[in-house]
């Protein structure tokens, strides 16, 4: 069942559009909160996302834009802007197709199949770990924290996946070196210190002050 994530302020157009592709048996989910669509598509991880232009907060090339540095998730933008300039830009930011208002609800499932047949038939969507604001794409191994791109080392990508797939759990340091070590990766107790240090000044950096919480005695945590 695919994952289908509606970013549509108007509440009667994306219940109606819900509940069509729903009946369709698509798993549907609505933006709830339009200031941190980001955070929700995350959590959400879909498999393709119908954007309006016009949103409260950040229009919809700008989420458009902000879900292009995470994921390569289809995005078919469903708006009444739809003269030849904002089609182009509808592209040019990222999208993959444009459907206008008002439209038919055929025309939309067709397009939603067409591209969920085109992305999908090659393989799987590249899994994404949500936090805080923190988003970590596993295919890439890539972090982006807001508009902002944090270029991680193999382990530190190793260590915050770890506390992201535990989050609100107590993560030991003798599991995240075991973790290391089960990819080549020497790392003493020491050598961990190192590279939770360096990994917490980069979230520091990119806005994220402890967002890594050490548990005296037991490990490490990453609050859900």
């Known amino acids: ?3 289908i994530f509606i970013v549509e302020d108007d509440a009667v157009i994306a219940d109606v559009v819900e509940r069509h592709l729903s009946g369709w048996g698509y798993q549907v989910r609505q933006c709830r909160d339009f200031e941190h669509v980001l955070e929700e ?3 959400f991880d879909p498999q393709l996302v119908i954007l309006d232009i016009s949103l409260p907060f950040f229009n919809g090339y700008h989420w458009c ?3 292009r540095q995470v994921s390569k998730v289809p995005i078919l933008f469903l708006s009444s ?3 030849n300039m904002n089609i182009v830009m509808a592209v040019q930011m990222g ?3 444009f459907v206008a208002k008002p439209f038919d ?3 939309l499932t067709a397009k939603v199949q067409a591209l969920l047949r085109r992305t999908y038939d090659f393989g799987p969507a590249a899994p994404l770990l949500e936090c805080g604001g923190a988003v970590l794409n ?4 890539s972090l982006t924290v807001g508009q902002a791109r944090v ?5 530190e990508f190793r260590i915050l996946r770890l506390l992201l797939e535990h989050r609100g759990e107590i993560v030991s340091r003798e599991a995240i070196m075991t973790c290391l070590w089960a990819s080549d990766s020497f790392v003493d107790d020491n050598t961990l210190a190192v590279n939770i240090n360096r990994l917490r000044k980069k979230l520091a950096a990119a806005g994220l002050g402890d967002f890594i919480r050490t548990r005296k005695g037991a490990g490490y945590q990453v609050e859900g």
């Open 41 to 43: 598509f995350a959590a």
């Open 95 to 97: 999208g993959d197709d």
């Open 65 to 67: 834009r902000s879900i």
């Open 105 to 107: 609800l055929t025309v």
């Open 151 to 155: 270029e991680l080392t193999r382990n």
């Open 81 to 83: 802007a739809s003269d």
């Open 1 to 3: 069942m695919h994952r």
């Open 138 to 141: 596993l295919s890439d191994a």
